[in-house]
């Protein structure tokens, strides 16, 4: 049986997806970010929740619905609160609800830049294969191929060719040229000694492990 050294890595977007709507300043279908803050309104009992997104062009700003006319008695406390607070955390998750923005618009931009958090989560002695754990709690408009040759500095040909010789496997197989999904494990195999063990290492754990 292989000894493994198993990392994962959790991948979180730089940048929140941002749907086409009609601006009202510039006359026309424009991009809109995410401004980070919620908008509040009180009828009653029953409470309307808005994302206020701005126009990456005139800053006109967009409010798209959370959710409408809902009694503040089905109204998750924990959510009560972040939507009060303007809870950061919170607000991040929601602006990647693809689901909710695809109601409102038919094109939406998602971004490939990804910040990565690189730890160990086992490392078994003389060990001679690797396994990289991917996490993604949003979603990630990265191809696997691309994430893998950037961060192992590896020509995508030579990726390729490895994948194919069996020195690199994908759970679940045959996603490789795929956009990231959460859970995929990316399995890669030594030879015993092989300088390559200690230089990937090094590129799999990140800088400060």
Do not use: H
Not at 142 to 147: A, G, I, S
Request: charged letters at 30%; one cysteine or more.
């Amino acid at each position: 049986m292989c000894k493994t050294l198993r990392v994962r890595w959790p991948l979180i977007p730089k940048t929140a997806p941002q749907p086409w709507i009609t601006c009202s300043g510039c006359g026309g279908l424009r991009p809109f970010r995410c401004s980070g803050r919620i908008r509040l309104n009180a009828n009653g009992r029953r409470l309307d929740a808005w994302l206020i997104y701005k126009c990456v062009n005139c800053d006109r700003t967009w409010n798209r619905p959370v959710f409408e006319r809902r009694n503040v008695r089905d109204i998750d406390p924990a959510v009560m609160e972040a939507l009060q607070s303007n809870d950061p955390d919170w607000i991040r998750a929601e602006s990647f609800n693809i689901e909710a923005l695809r109601r409102k618009s038919k094109r939406i931009d998602a971004f490939s830049e990804v910040e990565i958090g690189k730890a160990i989560v086992d490392e078994a002695p003389g060990w001679t294969r690797l396994a990289i754990e991917l996490a993604a709690p949003w979603p990630v408009d990265l191809r696997l191929d691309r994430l893998l040759a950037a961060e192992l500095k590896l020509p995508r040909a030579r990726l390729t060719a490895l994948y194919e010789s069996g020195g690199i496997r994908t759970e679940p197989d045959g996603i490789l040229r795929r956009r990231i999904r959460s859970g995929t494990v990316v399995l890669i195999d030594f030879f015993a000694g092989e300088e390559r063990m200690a230089l990937w290492r090094g590129l799999v754990v990140g800088d400060g492990a």
